[in-house]
């Protein structure tokens, strides 16, 4: 079962960083796409920043300028720098990742966890 490995959320005080990382479980075939989407308890889940394959990224508004998302194809990895964040980028945040297990199949939607970032004086 393909799993998405998330680390590097965390408690920083306002205009301060953090990097979250996501790494696949397993090998598949191809990874069409992934990203970063966020949830605070009673809204809806949000995209933050995705990247496809080919380098193609795209960016919520409150993200742009202040958010960097990067992969690492060898190694089925996404990362996430945030920057300048303020208690509004306060929310579970998580993996996710657009998926061909095997060449047959059907591309498939995975989700990691959830790791929290709380951003707070």
């Known amino acids: 079962q393909v799993q998405l490995v998330e680390s590097g959320g965390g408690l920083v005080q306002p205009g301060g960083s953090l990097r979250l990382s996501c790494t696949v479980s397993r090998d598949v075939f191809r990874i069409n796409a992934m990203g970063w989407y966020r949830q605070v308890p009673g809204n809806q889940r949000e995209m933050v920043a995705r990247?496809?394959?080919?380098?193609?990224?795209n960016y919520a508004d409150s993200a742009k300028g202040r958010f960097t998302i990067s992969s690492d194809n060898a190694k089925a990895s996404v990362f996430l720098q945030m920057n300048d964040l303020t208690p509004l980028d306060t929310a579970l945040y998580y993996c996710?990742?657009?998926?061909?297990?095997?060449?047959?199949?059907?591309?498939?939607?995975?989700w990691g966890q959830g790791t929290q970032v709380t951003v707070s004086s």
């Open positions: 990247i496809t394959n080919f380098g193609t990224t």
């Open positions: 996710h990742a657009n998926i061909l297990e095997r060449p047959n199949g059907a591309a498939r939607a995975f």
